[in-house]
């Protein structure tokens, strides 16, 4: 009798790690339309993450099941503020990465510029830019888990070498005065902001790019 129900038991354990494996769908991609956030899965279905009509920037963490998106909310000084948050793939729980700068400038702590929103490539901080300087913005980058805050350097714009001799290292245009007064100067930086090379415009930094092997 005991071996029946001990089998009987191991029966329903198995068909539910069986059903809960096939009702996990793969996200293949995730997109913004209408300012809501979905997930196009492998099966060919869509599905609709978020219903705020606020989203936008949304990055998929496949391994975590969860997307990192930018919401967008209220208005101050004719400007809405930003929340960087994720929302899980299966039972659509949200939560906030982070919604404020550890620093407070002329418009507070409060977040109103997120820029250039991108996923570092041990997944486990997302970088961007925001608002510090009068003149520009920095480059930051967040822990994922505990919305620890690195600020790195000026930047406008920004993205990560993947592959190559300068992986890990940043293509980056920043605002400063040099050669011809305050302008947007195109440059190669490793994470601590150290100029590796200058470019004399943003098409030979594209060019120096597309070069990368």
């Known amino acids: 009798m005991k071996t029946n129900i001990m089998k009987y038991i191991l029966t329903i354990i198995s068909l539910t790690l069986i059903w809960s494996s096939c009702s996990k769908d793969k996200a293949a991609k995730t997109f913004e339309r209408d300012k809501n ?38 208005s101050r000084y004719n400007h809405q503020t930003k ?3 994720k929302v899980n793939i299966d039972d659509l729980a949200e939560s906030i990465i982070t ?15 997120v820029q250039s929103l991108t996923l570092s490539l041990d997944k486990k901080f997302i970088l961007f830019t925001t608002e510090k300087y009068a003149t520009g913005s920095q480059m930051v980058k967040v822990n994922l888990d505990n919305g620890e805050w ?14 190559g001799k300068y992986k890990g290292y940043f293509l980056a245009g920043q605002s400063t005065i040099e050669d011809y007064g305050r302008d947007i100067y195109y440059r190669l930086l490793n ?10 415009d943003e098409e030979s930094m594209r060019a120096f790019k597309n070069e990368l092997k």
Request: glycine share 4%.
């Open 37 to 74: 956030i979905y997930i196009a899965l492998t099966n060919g279905k869509e599905k609709q993450l978020t219903f705020n009509q606020s989203d936008s920037d949304p990055i998929l963490v496949a391994d975590k099941r969860y997307v990192v998106f930018v919401r967008s909310q209220g």
């Open 83 to 85: 929340k960087i948050m």
């Open 99 to 113: 919604d404020q700068k550890p620093y407070k400038d002329e418009w507070g702590k409060q977040m109103y510029q």
């Open 150 to 163: 690195t600020e790195m350097f000026s930047a406008e714009v920004f993205e990560i070498i993947d592959k």
């Open 191 to 200: 994470d601590s902001g150290r100029i590796i090379k200058k470019f004399s």
